[in-house]
């Protein structure tokens, strides 16, 4: 029970903080430079923050989601930060305080939460990763250390964290709605990006870093946010459209509908500006699966129609082709007319004569044009992969390719299973269908770019996963809680 003489000891509390810090900042400021001060200054914060997650692990989960969202465009702004090292200490200090909080509290790890395909699918796929260390071709243990955690190492510990730690539906719930509002700045800052202008680092990006090749185009220009590329927002906007789009339409409140709408909405706008095809892929597939697992004929018939004019309208139609964005959007439908599509067939035909002999791969890390730092020489390196799926095959084999179809594909059909046969309760199915959606889409659109592993959106869709396996303890929650309303009654 919160009593008024808690309440002040905690305002006390806060303001000798507060206070403790300004008075650090004055003196250090002072005394040597502005930056130490704020550094040292902030101290007493990281103390109270990380106080306050022992308290509830929870708020560590949320703290590693917020930090991937925006790492890599903190990177952009500070070059000498390494967003995989920070983002693997992040996770680490995350799983500590989880164990701290347990110990300290007497509390019981829900290990059967993670006992599940799932789990189970990773897990292999991760020691094959892990293995790969051993591979004859690969020519660089750094390459491994970077590309491992990537395709692997944040696919299983992620979903891991999310299975122990968000354990009541309230967590999910919580989630959604921080994801919401990451969503909006993410969309904020690519409005920025087209009205106000690109700033000093995202110019220097462009134009010393050399992305502006596939960022500034003769016909548009493809806005990106604080993500690491167009089509890495692009993608992410489809996804957070279609899920946000979905669960608008079950919220009580008219102000949540309304909000989860505006979300969507913007999310869609994001997605358009960002000029990136193969985000169109991610509604189109994720709606068409949501089609199939609603198992409603209206709505069936609704959402096909919904479709199918979707598809007439961007292939068969030239209406709004003088909006750069959506004719961009359109020329995906009409890969045979576009010249970086045909590139990348040829790539992927001269990439075939390489790998023919080579079935583990030519070594993790070591694929595409990030294989330049460790291997410059190397013939690989010099061929784009472009596609995650591609990028696995250079870098695992044909036999890492397929074991990782596998993988996915095992987890999509568990994922199915639960959600046609273990949700009883409407609501948390209609959340977990827009995650399952969501993330099939992702992964359809991962045959085209490397969006799967990436941050943000790799850590998207490994919690979507999570929350879809524990759809089954939420529905039991939720459930109980009915019955006991009733009895109550």
């Not at 303001?15 to 007493?44: T, W």
């Not at 789009?245 to 709408?261: D, R």
Request: glycine content about 8%.
């Amino acid at each position: 029970m919160i009593t008024k003489e808690k309440l002040q000891s905690e305002f006390s509390l806060h303001r000798l903080i507060i206070f403790s810090a300004i008075l650090l900042i004055v003196l250090l400021g002072a005394k040597y430079n502005l930056i130490l001060g704020i550094g040292l200054a902030l101290l007493p914060t990281i103390f109270y923050v990380l106080v306050s997650i022992l308290n509830n692990p929870f708020l560590a989960f949320l703290w590693v989601n917020i930090l991937n969202y925006f790492i890599m465009g903190i990177v952009r702004y500070i070059p000498t930060l390494q967003g995989g090292i920070i983002m693997d200490l992040t996770i680490t200090i995350s799983f500590i305080v989880f164990i701290l909080y347990v110990r300290l509290n007497n509390k019981k790890i829900e290990w059967k939460r993670s006992v599940n395909l799932l789990n189970l699918s990773i897990l292999i796929w991760l020691i094959y990763c892990i293995a790969q260390i051993f591979n004859p071709e690969s020519v660089s243990v750094a390459a491994w250390l970077t590309g491992v955690r990537g395709e692997a190492v944040y696919f299983f510990f992620i979903v891991l964290m999310t299975q122990l730690i968000c354990t009541k539906y309230k967590h999910m719930r919580a989630y959604v709605l921080i994801w919401s509002i990451l969503v909006l700045l993410a969309v904020l800052k690519a409005l920025m990006q087209k009205f106000v202008g690109f700033d000093g680092a995202e110019t220097r990006w462009l134009y010393v870093d050399g992305f502006a090749r596939t960022h500034i185009l003769q016909t548009t220009i493809r806005y990106f946010s604080f993500f690491t590329d167009a089509a890495n927002f692009g993608s992410a906007m489809g996804y957070s459209m279609v899920f946000f789009g979905i669960v608008a339409f079950i919220q009580k409140s008219l102000i949540e509908k309304f909000y989860y709408l505006l979300v969507a909405m913007m999310a869609g706008y994001g997605m358009m500006i960002s000029g990136t095809r193969t985000a169109m892929v991610v509604p189109f597939v994720a709606l068409f699966v949501y089609i199939l697992l609603r198992k409603d004929f209206k709505k069936i018939i609704y959402m096909s129609v919904l479709l199918i004019g979707g598809v007439i309208f961007f292939k068969y139609t030239t209406i709004l082709n003088g909006n750069a964005e959506i004719r961009r959007m359109r020329s995906a439908f009409h890969p045979e007319n576009d010249p970086s599509y045909l590139v990348r067939i040829e790539n992927q035909q001269k990439m075939k004569v390489y790998m023919a002999n080579r079935y583990f791969g030519v070594g993790i890390g070591l694929g595409g044009g990030k294989a330049k730092r460790y291997a410059p020489g190397a013939y690989m390196s010099q061929i784009a992969t472009d596609s995650w799926f591609v990028m696995i095959w250079v870098e695992t084999g044909i036999v890492g390719l397929l074991l990782h179809i596998l993988t996915l594909l095992m987890i999509l059909a568990g994922g199915a299973y639960i959600l046609l046969f273990k949700i009883r309760d409407d609501d948390l199915r209609t959340y977990l269908m827009a995650f399952y959606s969501g993330l099939t889409g992702m992964i359809a659109a991962s045959y085209a770019n490397e969006i799967f592993g990436q941050l943000p959106n790799g850590f998207t869709i490994f919690t979507g996963m999570a929350f879809v396996y524990l759809g089954p303890y939420y529905d039991k929650e939720l459930s109980e809680e009915k019955q006991k309303n009733l009895n109550y009654e």
